[in-house]
């Protein structure tokens, strides 16, 4: 096989990639060069602050904060927890003696949104006195800022280091209704944290549902609280009332098609309702960009909808693009935001008075029939859509519509609330994080709530087989298992990494191979109009060993070139810039943290062309995700694990008819209409036996 410019092998002609589909399974949000829209002058933002309800309940909250050692506050939707909590504790002196007040969020975007706009509200530049500190972005001074944004994952990452976080004196857990599986973590830890500190240490969980008193209970450490109550440690502060009203709408009949009734809602509204922009609700990016592209249309053909200005909104969208959702429109131009759950939390669009909800969302769920995890649409509870109608009536008045019927909300189609990560996704990295912070026995662990025994069991199985775990003494192996817990990627990709150091001498190769993974996976898109330059042109990356090292090439190619003139070479190779800088900025971090690990006479050791020391490192952290070749039907593929049947991803060489290994392993799954592979490298079941004897062999039969 004749070899291409670029590592690996050329593909053989006839593969056609199909089309390139980036919804992502590893979600990335890079939310620098975010601005954030509110140009109100200062004594506005003064006025708004005080008729904020949070600031009617700022004496009452200090003085449980004061009194106790855990506070749940609960509000609704735009009542100024996310904002306000963090600078009422400042002004009260909880930052003074160099001390950090930090509220945590379950997603990266909110976090960076809310440090723009507290830094806005109290006249300071962000990453001075405010901060926030996301993986891979880090916005805050380590001398200067008081208060600091962070996701709840990056917050549990700083325990590794300091186990008391000592230079915190109080946590806001904020949305800690969404249940993430790093909420439920961190919240095991604060508990631990809370006992141990006591005096000078507070833990604040704020939350919009009802789910008050569940945390309050967990945090409520003594025993006999009727008898003694002047002994509780845990309160529940409620911020009554509503910033502005919203009107809610429901349909009278369920709707066949959410995509077509979603469309059809915002035309509606913006020919017969009153200024304002509509942020409508949808299930993932393929939907958003289905939806974007039929409304579009519309407004080509139609005279009164061209002040109608579709935009998109979802996690790893550039930005450039972002920066249009939350900049005012021009004059009489109104924006219609089509947003995935990114947008339902935390996150304030100045403007927005309409809401239209499909009631859907894609959630990461882990399948016990199947064992994987994967990404499913599924309805959302109904807590979710308080908080998506709650996006409505922030700045203004505010109406939602809701594209489902009132009788469908109330019935049990919409539970109360969303089942909690702990139990329905895969536990690896808990795990890791718990027993790198010395818990030993994880089935008597003081959880939040408890996860059910065959998740456990089934991540201590995989850490066992990663090398993490010793399986003798169950704790964390000294090198790799530690190590491990440090990185901030997913166990199997630090797995991948770690052992191109320790094992295969290809750093050079796997850096950017776990970079391009950690940062979306796929840089590749195809224009409507340009579809057969831009795949000629990705043909020029491929090679047959695999996606993974193909976005290899497209890495390291990308490194090659001139800063300067990266953007245009970006465009000219139909690539993401977005993409390939923020892997390019997860390189120079993890090649940073190798170094620290006493790694550095390795970083700069690359595999050259000897291709398969790259592919059996990546098996080595992936062999968990291997699949075989369907015999009977040669399309299809089967994971070894289980014997599920999947799909090769469209944007995949692998695609095409002509192109099949007889063994892959692939880094993410996803769900549409079939359950799709993506990130595929190929590898010989030679070396999967080699690399995890005992998990291979016990599930071979599946296949
Ligand atoms: N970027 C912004 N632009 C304009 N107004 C904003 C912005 N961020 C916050 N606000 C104002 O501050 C109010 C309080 O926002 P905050 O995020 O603190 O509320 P919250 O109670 O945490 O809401 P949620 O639970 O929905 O996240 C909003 O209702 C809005 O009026």
Redesign the pocket.
């Known amino acids: 096989m004749s070899t291409s410019k670029y590592k690996g092998s050329e593909p053989s002609l006839g593969c056609d990639m199909g089309q390139v589909d980036e919804g992502s399974f590893i979600r990335s949000y890079y939310a620098d060069g975010f601005t ?3 140009t ?1 002058s200062k004594m506005f933002l003064h006025e ?2 005080r008729r ?1 309800p ?1 600031f009617k309940h700022r004496m009452e909250l200090l003085y449980a904060v004061e009194k106790y050692l855990a506070v749940v506050v609960v ?11 963090p600078q009422f504790l400042y002004e009260a002196g909880w930052a003074a003696g160099g001390k950090v007040i930090v509220c945590t969020q379950p997603r990266r975007v ?1 976090a960076a ?2 440090a ?2 507290v830094a ?1 509200e109290m006249d300071v530049a962000l990453g001075t006195t405010v901060g926030y500190s996301v993986r891979f972005s880090d916005v805050s001074s380590a001398e200067n800022t008081r208060i600091k944004y962070m996701t709840d994952g990056t917050l549990m990452h700083e325990c590794l280091a300091d186990p008391m976080l000592s230079k915190y004196s109080v946590v806001v857990v ?2 800690a209704q969404d249940r993430s599986l790093d909420t439920d973590t961190l919240l095991a830890l604060l508990k631990k944290i809370m006992k141990k500190r006591k005096g000078d240490f507070r833990v604040i969980i ?1 939350s ?1 549902s009802l789910d008050a008193e569940r945390f309050r209970g967990y945090f409520e450490t003594n025993d006999n609280t009727l008898a003694q109550p002047e002994h509780n440690t845990a309160t529940i502060l409620s ?1 009554s009332g509503r ?1 502005f009203p919203v009107d809610i709408h429901y349909l009278t009949a369920s709707c066949e098609n959410y995509l077509v009734a979603a469309t059809e809602t915002a035309t509606k509204i913006h020919i017969s309702e009153g200024p304002g922009d509509i942020l409508i609700f949808l299930p993932g990016k393929n939907e958003i960009e289905q939806a974007i592209s039929t409304l579009n249309d519309q407004i080509d053909s139609s005279n009164n909808l061209d002040s109608l200005l579709p935009l998109a909104m979802y996690a790893g969208i550039s930005a450039e693009k972002q920066k249009l959702v ?1 900049d005012p429109p021009e004059r009489g131009i109104r924006k219609a935001i089509f947003s995935t759950n990114v947008a339902e ?6 403007g927005v008075v309409y809401v239209v909800d499909s009631g859907l969302v894609k959630r990461r769920i882990f399948d016990t029939d199947t064992n994987i995890d994967r990404l499913a649409t599924l309805t959302i509870s109904k807590s979710s859509a308080k ?1 998506r109608a ?2 409505s ?3 203004r008045p505010g109406k939602t519509y809701r594209l489902y019927t009132r009788e469908a909300y109330l019935s049990s189609l919409f539970p109360e609330h969303e089942i909690p990560e702990i139990c329905r996704v895969s536990l690896v990295p808990m795990v890791l994080m718990l027993k790198a912070l010395g818990v030993s026995n994880l089935v008597r662990f003081d959880y939040l709530q408890p996860p059910p025994p065959e998740l456990l069991s089934q991540a201590l199985e995989l850490l066992a087989e990663l090398g993490a775990i010793d399986s003798g003494t169950g704790e964390l192996t000294p090198k790799l298992g530690l190590h491990l817990a440090e990185l901030p990627l997913s166990p199997e990709l630090g797995v991948c990494l770690l052992n191109s150091v320790r094992t295969f001498d290809c750093a050079k190769e796997a850096i950017s191979a776990v970079s391009m993974l950690a940062a979306g996976g796929d840089p590749f898109f195809v224009p409507g109009g340009q579809r057969s330059e831009a795949l000629e042109d990705k043909r020029d990356f491929m090679v047959q060993e695999g996606d993974v090292l193909t976005f290899v090439n497209t890495h390291l190619a990308y490194l090659e070139t001139p800063a300067r003139m990266r953007v245009k070479w970006c465009n000219a190779h139909f690539l993401s810039h977005r993409m390939l800088d923020q892997s390019a900025r997860i390189h120079r971090q993890l090649e940073a943290m190798l170094a620290r690990m006493g790694y550095h006479n390795r970083i700069r050791s690359s595999c050259g062309r000897d291709y398969k020391s790259l592919q059996k490192c990546i098996a080595s952290g992936l062999f968990a995700n291997a699949a075989r070749l369907d015999p009977s039907d040669g399309r299809r593929y089967r994971l070894i694990k289980n014997g599920l049947v999947v799909d090769i991803h469209p944007s995949s060489i692998f695609f095409a008819a002509d192109c099949k290994p007889n063994y892959v392993v692939f880094a993410q799954v996803m769900e549409t209409t079939k359950v799709y592979i993506r990130g595929i490298s190929a590898v010989d079941p030679a070396w999967l036996s080699e690399i995890a004897p005992h998990y291979y062999s016990a599930k071979q039969s599946n296949t």
Not at 345 to 350: G, M, N, P, S, W
């Open positions: 954030a829209g509110d109100a708004q602050r904020l949070a509000g609704e939707p735009g009542s100024g927890k996310s904002t306000q909590v909110a949104m809310l723009h706009r806005e904020d949305e704020s919009a911020i910033i939350f939390t935390a996150v304030t669009i100045d908080q709650g996006r009536g922030r700045t």
